[in-house]
């Protein structure tokens, strides 16, 4: 595996578009924010139309809601029928066995191959948390579109004592693509499974080495309480070449090499921001990958219509008391923040007008925060979410030696060279 090619012929290269944690329907009852996730999506799609790929791979979370409305499941039906259907010849073979890639479907075919349907675009998705499998038939939203034939839905376990992943096998031309996925699973259960043994992932029996490997999984990525709280990349096997990691909001577009597996690592983040948690301030990006036999090269393509997001953290000073000082004070921040969010929408002005704001005061002991509701509405013109603009924290000492970095240390390599 190598990173990094040179003018591959177009009918030797396999091209993907990339993109994880959409959450359709996040917000969608807000007047400002409802359309934000279909917009940003959407815009996913006509880069994925712009770019002549040959294929969309979503890594989880493609609804925000387990059970989405009828009206976010319409705009998402619309939205793939309008981008990803047509006449335009789909040059990938699949080789796998269809029945065992799309088991527990009423149609285990690629939606491509489905003479009753024109796709010009296949997309492909496993499930995230928010839009996992539920009920005594163990259906989700992404059945629905499966059935619909708009998207080709994978990764789906029947079962949780032990899990078998098959491969999904493509070719074009010499160029050879297993696609494992693994939809989201309770992160303390799968590690264990990890541990014992409990997941097989099963390789291509013919010319293993000659298949370019890609992982798609939907888990957390770093640890956030008891160890069993997250995956470790070490878990997963040493012959992938590719991990495509969801669930992590946190756009990290540079490739990052884990050494133990070899296998390098994108965690591609949201297309949308579901909190005002400092990560969602990173330029949101979806991703061009073209592969060529053993080769590959990756292109980040920052995403324009995402809502400006603008996150400061600020101390409160002692000797302010009184609410109209607190509220002065706030408010020179929030002024500021909102010229950097001007400063903004002139660099793109795709993006929406009303910003996301998020100030984080730490206040002392002795001192009463003041009503956030109330603060915002002298931004209501002006903030797209007036009633939480203000995050008040209390004040407490925080032991440096305990705390631990934001994610884990990886190395990148120098002869990287990210196109």
Partial sequence: MSEGYENPPEEESLSI????????????????RGEDSFIAFEEVLQHAVHQKVDMILLGGDLF????????TVHKATTLLRKYCFGDTPIQ???????????????????????????????????????DDPAGPQGLCALDMLSASGVLNYFGKASTVKEITIHPILLRKGPTKLAIYGLGSVRDERLHRMFKDE????????????????????????????????Y?????????IDMVIWGHEHDCIPELNLNETINAYILQPGSSVATSLSEGETLPKHCFKLQIWKKHFC???????????????????????????????????????MLDRANQMKEENPNAPELPLLRLRYHYPET????NSAKFGIEYKDRAANTRDILHPVKQKEVDA???????????????????
């Fill in 17 to 32: 578009l990339v993109a994880t944690d959409n959450h359709l329907g996040y917000a969608e009852d807000d007047p400002i």
């Fill in 64 to 71: 925000h809601d387990n059970k989405p409305s009828r009206a």
């Fill in 92 to 130: 990938i073979e699949f080789l796998s066995d269809q029945t065992v890639n799309f088991e527990g479907s009423q149609f285990p075919r690629v939606n491509y191959e489905d003479p009753n349907l024109n796709v010009a675009i296949p997309v492909f998705s496993i499930h995230g948390n928010h």
């Fill in 198 to 229: 409990k997941v097989k992932v099963l390789r291509p029996e013919n010319d293993k080495d000659d298949w370019f490997n890609i992982f798609v999984i939907h888990q957390n990525h770093v640890k956030r309480g008891a160890p069993t709280s």
């Fill in 231 to 239: 995956i470790p990349e070490d878990y997963l096997p040493d012959f």
């Fill in 298 to 336: 990756l292109n980040k393509i920052p995403l324009t219509t995402v809502r400006p997001f603008i996150f400061k953290d600020v101390n409160l000073p002692e000797e302010l008391k009184e609410d109209k000082a607190i509220t002065s004070f706030l408010q020179f921040h929030v002024d500021e």
């Fill in 367 to 370: 001192t009463t925060p003041i």
């Fill in 401 to 419: 030696a305990t705390a631990g970095p934001a994610f884990p240390s990886r190395r990148r390599p120098s002869e990287m060279r990210l196109i």
